[in-house]
Each structure stands twice: as C-alpha cells, then as structure tokens.
C-alpha cells in the first residue's frame, strides 16, 4: 500500500509517495494532475476540492480556526458559478452577488488548477481535500507561528515531518527543482493521505459539510 500528497506549483503538481510504514518512496513533478494519479490508497491533495451553489464554505471558516496564527494562508473559496467567470472582474462580481465579499486575485490565480481537480473529482477519481498548515497544525499540536517561507518556519516544518517518519532526501530527481516549502506541502499532504488510508484522519468541519471537508 502507499499514498500520496500532491500540492500545486511552478512545475504543475508535485506529489510525495509514502509507504505503508509512512516512509518516502519518491518525488514525482508533472504537468497535469492526471499524471501522477493511480494505485494508491489514498491521495491528498492541497487544492479545495467541492464548491457550494453559494455562501462560503464551512471548511475554510473552520479551518482558518484551527491554524490559528497561520489563517491567512487558509483562503475563503467562493461557490462554483464564481469559477467559470471568463476573467478576474467578472467573477470578483460574482463574488460578491452570491457572498458578503469579493474575492482575491491570490484566489482566482488558483481557478486552472482549481477547476482540474474538481473536473476529476467530477469523473469519479477518489481525491481527498487536505491542507498543509492544517497537518502541520495537527502535527506540531498547537499553532505554528511562523511562515511556510521563513528559515525557521521551514527548519520547524522538516523537523516535525522528521518526528512523524517522513525524511525527505537531498536528491528527489526532477522534483527538486520545486520550491522547498512546495516539497514540505506534498510531504505533510502525504502524512494525511496515511492517515486517511488507516482511517485516523479527522475532517474540518466535522462531520464534512455536503461532502466538504479539509482532512488532517
């Protein structure tokens, strides 16, 4: 058995595969999210995955919570008619018919990806929302307080995947060429993914709201 923690970036998606003893096995980049699917028990990924007729979803709301000091990097996900807009005004504005805000250009620059993993969700691949400053919430136990891209916020990220089984090589081919904080991301959607896999994860909300949850 293994499992997988994908998270976005520059490549297109990078995954971390671990086996069933939670070790790492590999690193894998590609281009289309489709590519790197198959075979596994589970797979987390860090994109929202279900997207509401309208209002926001409760799962980011609770999540926001649960990070504490790190909710700014938990981002209100706007209902799907916001998604199909054709630019970013249009669906600021609607945004703002079907909630109480806009939404941010930092959200609608996620809307490619955002929409490709819905679309395979959609089809009927078994794609478990997870978000990494929640895991790493849920690993450490208590709040993080410093940034995914600081020196010490990344030191303390690797150290806490250290201490749940996760060492993460000097050398992982191709993937390598990801940002450091994008590998860590995979790796901490990776520990979800086990846990959902042996059926230890908790949900935010929880239970799910219409089948939306973020895993941890």
């Known amino acids: 058995m293994s499992v997988l923690g994908v998270d976005a970036c520059r490549l297109g998606w990078l995954a971390v595969e671990l086996d069933d003893s939670g070790r790492f096995v590999a690193a894998t980049a590609a281009e289309r999210l489709q590519e790197l699917l198959g075979g596994h028990e589970a797979t987390g990924v860090d994109m929202p995955i279900g997207l509401l007729e309208d209002g926001w979803r409760q799962a980011d709301l609770v999540a926001a919570v649960f990070v504490g000091a790190r909710r700014a990097s938990v981002f209100r996900v706007p209902p799907r008619d916001v998604w199909t807009a054709p630019d970013y005004p249009t669906a600021n504005a609607r945004c ?121």
Do not use: C
Request: hydrophobic residues 45%.
């Open 96 to 216: 703002r018919s079907l909630t109480d805000a806009g939404m941010s250009r930092q959200a609608w620059a996620l809307r490619d990806k955002l929409l490709e993993v819905n679309d395979l969700r959609d089809e009927g691949a078994a794609l478990h929302e997870v978000h990494p400053e929640v895991s790493f919430r849920a690993m450490a136990g208590a709040p993080l307080l410093h940034g995914k891209r600081t020196w010490t916020g990344q030191r303390q990220r690797e150290g806490l995947l250290r201490h749940v089984g996760i060492e993460l090589p000097a050398e992982i081919g191709q993937a390598g060429e990801a940002a450091v904080d994008d590998v860590l991301d995979a790796a901490a959607a990776a520990w979800t993914a086990r846990r959902i896999a042996f059926g230890h994860a908790r949900s935010l909300p929880e239970p799910p709201e219409s089948g939306i949850a973020i895993w941890y």
